[in-house]
């Protein structure tokens, strides 16, 4: 016998609760299966956990420079690791109760288990999970990315971490290697540091922090080498052991002694093993090809979040299910990414939304740029003492802002605010007449119009 709902949830990541929530509010009989975590690994290993050990990391920074502020405080401040980690754990366990309680009370039937496209039954999708079958009428699969391991000789017969194990770490090595410099290395790479930890990053790119603004990201590079953090750029590691990394740049071979390895190169969509091949699911590169409505080649599957292999951003994620709900419901909506923002929680913060400098001379389009220091703000100077950083928004011909880069606290905060500017094409002076509350860190997006 068949349990039938309206749609079906494969994966409880930010893309499926939110669907779920969404779609069982909605007045649609939901069922949501998740075969690990509800929260997916942005609640359980990435975003909350990653960002809960990083504000110990930024508070001890604080301590240690609290006298540039007039405050007395211990000359050598300490920490304790064990508690470090068992408030990262809290506060994760406190999040997915919260969002299971959500969709619970919204009625949504949660199913821990891996479910498994099968086929078509009486106009309806068939699937399989745990020796049951369900018949639905819609399906939204969001299952989310995996961990990039890279066939690095030697890798295999190492203890080297992922983000899962060195969010999970009892002790604090002397030293680290992080393989790869994207926006998960460079997090590891803040928050080891802050821990006393002899960090080195190991890019095989030009410059960390792949397709984002090279001038904030070489600034954002040259304040954590300050801070004592080794950078390897144009570097390819050839193998590892134990305690060293191998590698070449430029034809040469070197050396890199580290107590522990990190491998941070990236996430690729989750695609296998989910029955996408029994109805036909076109794929795209990595991932699931979709269109504006988040639908796939089947007229009634859609796809959501990490999945798509476009953006491997919780926030994405959150917006495409709600397009993919809407779709469903019939209620006029569509995916736009012009203004999907990309955050570095490091410290200082860097954030961009929008056209690159880098992108848009590749691609041949004239634009113009505005930037002056984030020291322009009466507010960022009160709070961030001998710091520096940067705003840079960038226009069209038309005076229309395409794009906008932050290096400084807190720019995690006000990135979204050139967002919606970005998103809704305003010009210079469209913006301009928008008043920000002083003193704020906020005006410096304000002050940097009239550049």
């Given amino acids: 016998m068949y349990m039938e709902y309206d749609i079906a949830i494969i994966g409880g990541g930010p893309a499926g609760y939110t669907a779920a929530e969404r779609a069982s509010e909605n007045g649609l009989k939901t069922i949501l299966f998740e075969k690990n975590a509800i929260g997916g ?22 301590i240690k420079s609290a006298s540039k502020y007039g405050i ?9 690791l064990a508690k470090i980690i068992d408030r990262k754990n809290k506060t ?56 990039v391991i890279p066939p690095i000789k030697g890798l295999s017969e190492v203890k080297y971490w992922t983000s899962r194990e060195a969010l999970d770490l009892n002790d604090l090595p002397k030293s680290l290697a992080i393989i790869g410099g994207g926006v998960i290395g460079m997090e590891f790479a803040s928050f080891f540091n802050s821990m006393g930890v002899k960090v080195k990053v190991i890019e095989m790119l030009p410059e960390i922090l792949g397709n984002m603004d090279k001038e904030t990201s070489a600034m954002l590079r040259s304040e954590y080498k300050k801070k004592g953090v080794e950078f390897f750029l144009n570097t390819k590691v050839t193998e590892v052991s134990a305690e060293k990394v191998f590698v070449e740049k430029n034809g040469k071979a070197d050396t890199i002694e580290a107590d522990k390895i990190l491998v941070s190169v990236g996430r690729r969509p989750i695609t296998k093993s989910l029955g996408l091949e029994n109805l036909a699911i076109e794929i795209q590169g990595a991932g ?93 100077v009160a709070e961030n003492e001998n710091g520096n950083g940067l705003c840079k928004l960038i226009t069209d011909d038309e005076d229309r802002i395409i794009g906008c880069h932050l290096l ?29 509350p002083h003193p704020t860190v906020s005006e410096i997006l304000h002050e940097s119009l009239y550049i």
Avoid: W
């Avoid at 690994?41 to 604080?62: H, M, Q, R």
């Avoid at 099968?118 to 299952?143: A, Q, S």
């Fill in 92 to 147: 994760v366990r406190k999040l997915t109760l919260g969002v299971k309680a959500r969709l619970t009370g919204n009625g949504v039937t949660i199913v821990e288990g891996e479910a498994r496209i099968t086929g078509e039954e009486f106009g309806n999708i068939r699937i399989h999970c745990d020796g049951k079958e369900y018949l639905v009428k819609n399906v939204l699969v969001c299952t989310g990315s995996e961990t």
């Fill in 408 to 436: 400084g606290n807190p720019a995690s905060e006000i990135i979204v605010t050139a967002g919606i500017a970005v998103e809704n094409g305003y010009t210079v002076d469209e913006f301009k007449k928008n008043i920000f």
């Fill in 72 to 80: 007395v405080a211990m000359k050598d401040p300490s920490f304790d």
């Fill in 288 to 380: 699931v090809k979709v269109n504006e409505h988040m639908l796939t080649s089947h007229p009634h599957v859609y796809a959501a979040g990490d999945i798509t292999g476009f953006s491997l951003l919780a926030h994405t994620a959150y917006r495409e299910a709600e397009v993919a709900i809407h779709h469903i419901l019939g209620i006029p909506d569509e995916m736009s990414y012009k203004a999907i923002p990309a955050v570095v929680y490091t410290n200082p913060e860097l954030a961009s939304v929008g056209k690159t400098e880098e992108e848009l001379i590749a691609n041949g389009e004239s634009f113009r740029v505005q930037k002056i220091p984030m020291t322009y703000s009466g507010r960022f």
């Fill in 41 to 62: 690994v942005c609640l359980n290993e990435g975003c909350i956990p990653t960002k809960t050990l990083l504000y110990s990391a930024k508070i001890l920074d604080s």
